[in-house]
């Protein structure tokens, strides 16, 4: 798929503002997309948007077709009738410059389950039919969710051994204890769905497209690999003899210890990766782009002995990436993929990127380091790619700048012309200025934020994903200095001259 020359802005719906104790999908979240409109930008790229758990990375999810309760916005269950406005007081005290999931998923989940029990003699036609269109993904994951939680929230792993095989006898007499719960979680998945696609349509038709992200590998406790172990390598008792991760790299000297169970890609490609198909499909059905992470894990992957505690000790094992490709080609003729490519990338990867003609990712804050033959640098880069100043996984530039070698400062001042004063709005200048089809900056970039907005550090297990804007942080030059860029560099989609009317207007308080 072609892509149009266009920009945008990397934030996750978490990281919305509002009162709730983490961002939603409801005015703000509308707010949001009116402010990239103004600001000329025609992306918004978040990140993976399923139920989180353990960590509360949008990485490690408990399905890879559910979406996140935590984003429902309570405010419109009150709308409807389902709760009551006293049952919004307790998030008041929670803080909005960050997300604090302690008491935060406490509070969320009992204001679902009073709504769901509300609503739970209501009959809902619409949920009737979300439920029978989902049933191939819907009923494995509510059956999940439920039994998870009456064991007390342990991994499936470690379930009473009939739980854990799914054997017929113990799945119907759970679930004939365990139904209310089940039809909760549909119910939940019902609200999700209904709030991410009203403001999906609101964003598109208003020339806002949403990329979205596919890891390439699932949770190992998740409804995925419970309902399909016979898809992964796991042992006997259901755990993996195998795990997904990098080795040493850029961001970690001991690599990063992932812990995902690894496919059995054999088991996969004998029916033509039919999961694989039904997975982007549903991703497809919430976005627009699709970001495919760690790509190169297509090409090979780095597997790691289950009992290693680090990801030094491991092997690079080749996948099947061209034979799912052009599956999932087939499936989807104009295929809307950005493939990651960051990391150790060798020819095979490059070859298979660039045979399903698939745009890679630059990173601006890798450029710098080398020498002027830097594949990361601007005047390196073909048309057909993406061009970030830095990812979720980077510290954000003004941190990063203030403690790169000296060396690398130096290149910097050098390559931009430009001495120390906000290198974070220059990276965004020169990200929207190359000849990348694709520029997108985090938001923190935008608004030249330091270390403590960092969205995540890899390796680091707590801590992470908590990060959110208020619009107290957005300068009111923010959104027409962003639109002066995009027309300038063409990424608005209007291919004239640069509009500049709006400037005295907009540009004073």
Known sequence: MAFERSSGILLHPTSLPGAGGIGVLGSEARSWVDFLVSAGQRLWQVMPLGPTGYGDSPYQCFSAFAGNPYLIDLSELVAEGWLEEHDLAPFAALPRDRVDFGPLIGLKLAALTRAAEAAAEAVDERFDEFVAANADWLEDYARFMAIKESVGGGSWSDWPSALRRREPSAMAQALADLQPAVRRHKLWQYWFFRQWQALRVYANERGVSIVGD????????????????????????????????????????????????????????????????????????????????????????????????????????????????????????????????????????????DGFGLPGMKVLQFAFGGGSDDPYLPHNYGKNCVVYSGTHDNDTTAAWYDKAPEVERDYVRRYLARGDDNIAWEFVRLALASVADTAIVPLQDVLGLGGESRMNTPGRAAGNWTWRFTWEMVPYWVAPQLRELADAYGRTGGGGPVDTAYRQSTLEP
């Not at 094992?317 to 034979?323: D, K, L, R």
């Not at 989807?332 to 493939?339: G, H, M, N």
């Open 214 to 353: 596919v890891p390439i590998f699932v949770s190992l406790d998740s409804a995925d690999t419970w309902a399909n172990p016979e898809l992964f390598h796991f042992d006997e008792p259901g755990k993996p003899s195998v795990v997904a991760g990098v080795p040493p790299d850029y961001f970690s000297s001991t690599g990063q210890r992932w812990g995902n169970p690894l496919y059995r890609w054999a088991a996969m490609r004998s029916d033509g990766f039919a999961w694989w198909i039904k997975r982007m499909r549903a991703t497809l059905a919430l976005v627009d782009i699709v970001r495919v992470d760690h790509f190169r894990g297509f090409a090979a992957y780095w597997e790691i002995p289950a009992g290693e505690p680090t990801a030094v000790k491991g092997r690079w094992v080749q996948a099947p990436g061209s034979e799912l490709f052009a599956a999932l080609s087939a499936a989807f003729p104009e295929l809307p993929v950005i493939a990651e490519d960051l990391g150790v990338i060798t020819p095979d990867v490059e070859a298979l990127r």
